[in-house]
């Protein structure tokens, strides 16, 4: 079958939602820090969470993972050892703690799709934790392709490369929640971009920008209507 349009989803934030696991990652990075700059960490990071940012790190931040990170160079904390609670978080999600879930009508969405429509899942989330995710969300057997350990933002510039292969940039729609991590290599090649604005941080580049993830899926059917010739 010809590949006329990709849709191309991030995970965190996109197709799995739910942030419990995110106060589990950051006390892991927090834990060896002394008692009171571990105390301000997790306060730090529960105020984000709260959608009352207190630090300059968290303020920009994106997502609960994402303050983590820019917290852990905030108080010095080495990136291999924020990488191995990361991990660690991950293998425990994996593994069925943490509650997560699947945004509304993502299924029908993409069970909806033309077969000249290519479904590609691209995340930085570790390769071996997506499939036990996917099935536990009732998204799995769903993405045409999947690549974890993306390295992203950098990473990306390959994918896309690979995925368009010569062909219009303009055919491709990136969907996703961090515009560095997700959206902003896409549409410097000239691609779609789709942005869930989960926190109130606007990004003006994208095509179009919502709240949730459902509120997306109106603009993602009027898309592949628009660059499919079957229509949806």
Same mark, same amino acid.
């Given at each position: ?11 965190? &934030?996109?197709?799995?939602? &739910?942030?419990?696991?995110? &106060? ?9 820090? $002394? ?50 609670? /990361? ?17 509304? +009508? ?12 290519? =479904?590609?899942? =691209? ?17 799995? +057997? ?10 992203? $933002?950098?990473?990306?510039?390959? =994918? ?15 969907? +996703?929640?961090? $515009? ?9 090649? &000239?691609?779609?971009?789709? /942005?869930?604005?989960?926190?109130? !941080? $606007? ?16 603009? =993602? !059917? ?8 079957? +229509?949806?």
């Amino acid at each position: 079958m010809n590949i006329e349009a990709t849709l191309l989803f991030d995970f965190d &934030g996109t197709v799995r939602l &739910g942030w419990e696991h995110s &106060g589990h990652y950051a006390h892991l990075v927090a834990a060896e820090l $002394p008692d009171d700059d571990r105390r301000a960490f997790i306060a730090a990071h529960e105020a984000f969470l709260a959608g009352k940012p207190t630090t300059a790190s968290t303020f920009d931040a994106y997502d609960p993972d994402n303050a983590v990170r820019r917290l852990s160079v905030e108080y010095g904390v080495e990136d291999a050892d924020r990488q191995a609670a /990361y991990e660690a978080t991950r293998e425990r999600m994996a593994e069925g703690e943490f509650k997560i879930w699947a945004p509304e +009508g993502i299924r029908e969405l993409i069970w909806g799709l033309p077969k000249q429509v290519e =479904v590609v899942l =691209v995340t930085n989330a570790p390769a071996a934790s997506l499939e036990p995710s996917l099935e536990r969300l009732g998204l799995d +057997g769903l993405f045409d392709r999947i690549v974890g350990d993306a390295r992203k $933002p950098d990473g990306l510039a390959d =994918v896309l490369d690979d995925l368009l292969d010569g062909r219009d940039p303009g055919t491709l729609l990136s969907i +996703g929640d961090i $515009p560095r991590n997700d959206l902003a290599p896409a549409a410097d090649r &000239g691609c779609a971009t789709a /942005y869930i604005d989960h926190f109130g !941080r $606007p990004w003006p580049r994208a095509d179009v920008s919502a709240p949730a993830p459902e509120a997306l899926w109106p603009f =993602v !059917r009027r898309w592949v209507g628009e660059h499919v010739a079957t +229509g949806v």
